[in-house]
């Protein structure tokens, strides 16, 4: 409870969980911590996983859907859940199916507004396109990884989020705490996240990221952890970072990132050190004007 009041005190306005976090406790304690300032902030939540094996329970069919959007308005204590995610492209169940039932949600007031998390660029186009054609309701959001050491969105999914005019959530937007300032070439601090390896990272890149991370932070007299924040702040496309601290001053050091401002020099830095491999087609060589393809290689 205490650190959601800091987190209002703040000016935060939305708070994100799933049905399947700490097995519906996160929901629960969520509803709770809360209580009559439900209607001061928005909840999301987020269906897909689950914590029961029935061969009918996994995914975003109509049933589970209804089954699961039912739990998670009770553990929360409310009658209405402001964005309701899809947690993963569902490879099992039509896209038609998924969005006709969120669609219904919609309309009987029981979800304000829908999105999706951990799709994939051409995933997330697919989609805008089906509920276009339905007329359903469409997504409005796009919940994925981004930080300094994994920067793979921005090949296709920031791309497609800006082109649809989806919003962004960033999830673990410190590399699961790697990039939290704990993190050192001689050793690495106690306490990161053992059962969940994820996010995967280049440690020999992230090093040199933590060391301009250092630098920039010296001068700004900031954590680490604050400079990694305000440069994701500061990039296109970004509209608001996940913060998942466990304790009061992490989330009081993370809730500083925002009164961060990166020159462009600084931004550039941080950039360069993090910068992704090329990949094709992005790395293909731009044409000149009158030119083509089958001209260039034909030279």
């Known amino acids: 409870t205490r650190m959601v009041d800091l987190s209002i005190e703040a000016g935060i306005n939305i708070f994100d969980t799933a049905n399947v976090y700490s097995s519906g406790v996160s929901e629960e304690m969520l509803g709770k911590a809360l209580g009559s300032r439900?209607?001061?902030?928005?909840?999301?939540?987020?269906?897909?996983?689950?914590?029961?094996?029935?061969?009918?329970?996994?995914?975003?069919?109509?049933?589970?859907?209804?089954?699961e959007v039912e739990g998670s308005l009770k553990r929360l204590g409310t009658d209405y859940i402001d964005l309701y995610q899809v947690h993963n492209f569902d490879v099992t169940t039509p896209l038609e199916e998924t969005l006709r039932a969120l669609d219904d949600l919609v309309r009987q007031g029981k979800v304000r507004y829908i999105g999706l998390?951990?799709?994939?660029?051409?995933?997330?186009?697919?989609?805008?396109?089906?509920?276009?054609?339905?007329?359903?309701?469409?997504?409005?959001?796009?919940?994925?990884?981004?930080?300094?050491?994994?920067?793979?969105?921005?090949?296709?999914?920031?791309?497609?989020?800006?082109?649809?005019?989806?919003?962004?959530?960033?999830?673990?937007?410190?590399?699961?705490?790697?990039?939290?300032?704990?993190?050192?070439?001689?050793?690495?601090?106690?306490?990161?996240?053992?059962?969940?390896?994820y996010p995967q990272l280049d440690r020999n890149q992230g090093f040199e990221v933590i060391d301009v991370l250092r630098q920039i932070a010296e001068e700004k007299d900031a954590s680490v952890a604050q400079?990694?924040?305000?440069?994701?702040?500061?990039?296109?496309?970004?509209?608001?970072?996940?913060?998942?601290?466990?304790?009061?001053e992490q989330l009081i050091d993370n809730l500083g990132a925002v009164d961060i401002a990166l020159s462009d020099e600084e931004m550039a830095q941080l950039d360069e050190v993090s910068a992704l491999r090329p990949e094709y087609p992005g790395n293909l060589p731009p044409l000149r004007r009158g030119e083509s393809l089958l001209t260039r290689f034909a030279d």
Do not use: C
């Open 117 to 197: 998390s951990n799709f994939a660029g051409w995933e997330i186009a697919k989609a805008d396109g089906v509920a276009k054609v339905m007329g359903a309701e469409r997504f409005i959001s796009s919940q994925s990884y981004y930080s300094l050491v994994g920067r793979e969105l921005e090949r296709e999914i920031i791309p497609a989020a800006m082109d649809l005019g989806l919003g962004t959530f960033i999830w673990s937007p410190l590399a699961g705490g790697f990039l939290s300032g704990k993190y050192t070439h001689d050793g690495e601090a106690e306490g990161r996240r053992t059962k969940f390896d």
């Open 38 to 67: 439900r209607q001061d902030v928005l909840i999301a939540t987020k269906v897909y996983n689950t914590t029961t094996t029935g061969p009918n329970d996994l995914g975003t069919s109509r049933n589970a859907i209804m089954r």
């Open 227 to 248: 400079i990694a924040l305000a440069w994701l702040l500061h990039k296109p496309g970004v509209t608001s970072a996940i913060v998942g601290a466990r304790k009061e």
